[in-house]
């Protein structure tokens, strides 16, 4: 709270000062906001962060929202992988990620808050794959899954139910693989992730996002994390609330 009542001070003093010595103020105030560090990559349509470039789109412009309404200051780090990320944030060298699905494990090592629907059970098909207009069409089906994602509980539980066989790929890329050499009849996994890969690997120009999905499952959603080492977690509470105005104004969803 003190810091909150410094910048309100400032603020007042800017009032009654002339219009250079405003501008030192503010600046100074600007330098007393903690800066926070979002660690992401190049993934389009939230965001685009190509190298030697400053990253923009939609997610960007809501972390920038959440930073002022919070009072901090958003810094990005360069690109960097999610799994990387994700170690980083657990070691407390990056302060937050967005777009994480919640675990248990998770929850012990990050502070977390939704914000978003997920999107992890999309299915993808290719030239041999069956066609697919509703969940009994599933049946019976071969699946492809990734190893290296989290999938709701209750999608597995489905599998089962339809009696659907599952392989598994180490990574997105050895799934998408499997399904294109026909070792799988369809592929499920999250949606804007595969369908950057589908568009920068040549190989997989046969594949495509499957017309019909499954209805999207409101009880899964998508999360901002804040690592719990750091130097900044005081500020988690005010950063929880503001995101959360945010949900409710309907300015965090990007499907």
Known sequence: MSARFGLIALFLLCSSLPVSAADDVALAADHAKPTLQWCLHHLPPRHSYLPGQQPTGPMVDMMQELATASGFTLTFSPPTPTSRCLKLLEQGKTDLMMGLVFTEERNAVYLMAPFDE???????????????????DLRGRIVVLTKDRIYPPSFMKLLQELHMRVVWGKDLESALALLLYQQ?????????????????????????????QLPSDPSQQSYLAMSRLSPHRDLWPVLAAELQKMVDAKKTHFY
């Open 118 to 136: 997920v999107r992890m059970t999309s299915f993808f098909v290719a030239p041999h794959s069956p066609v697919l207009q509703n969940q009994q």
């Open 184 to 212: 799988a009849e369809l592929y499920a996994g999250p949606l804007h992730y595969t369908a950057l890969e589908l568009q920068k690997n040549p190989r997989f120009k046969t594949l495509k996002l499957n017309d019909w």
